[in-house]
């Protein structure tokens, strides 16, 4: 199962954007979701995490009051609203479903993975 992340692009410091990840048909519908990142340089991140239905969400610290994750099981789609970005929050951003109905802040809990989108905040 690969999954299929877009939406990042070169922003300047304090605008928005919003990546969205597609899970193949209904595959992921009863797994949790995450979205991690990795900057050049840097070991991967978790960013954050949301339960199958919805009814749990994560967050680093780092994002926490800034991203909103959501997800429409209808669509087979996870977003990641990101507001007042900032030259931090740059690097690859990768979405990834859970072995289970809610995958927390391990990278080793997800299994299926997407390629990740390239989110670049200018200052």
């Known amino acids: 199962v690969l999954l299929q992340a877009s939406g990042g692009g070169l922003v300047q410091a304090g605008d928005s954007l919003r990546l969205s990840c597609v899970c193949p048909?209904?595959?992921?519908?009863?797994?949790?979701m995450g979205w991690f990142r990795q900057a050049p340089g840097k070991e991967r991140e978790f960013v954050s995490a949301i339960s199958w239905n919805s009814a749990s969400t994560l967050y680093a610290d780092s994002v926490k009051g800034r991203f909103t994750i959501s997800r429409d099981n209808a669509k087979n789609t996870m977003y990641l609203q990101m507001n007042s970005l900032k030259p931090e929050d740059t690097a690859s951003y990768y979405c990834?479903?859970?072995?289970?109905?809610?995958?927390?802040?391990?990278?080793?809990?997800?299994?299926?993975w997407g390629q990740g989108t390239l989110v670049t905040v200018s200052s």
């Open positions: 990834a479903a859970a072995r289970g109905a809610w995958g927390s802040r391990g990278a080793d809990n997800y299994a299926y």
């Open positions: 048909r209904r595959t992921c519908n009863n797994n949790g």
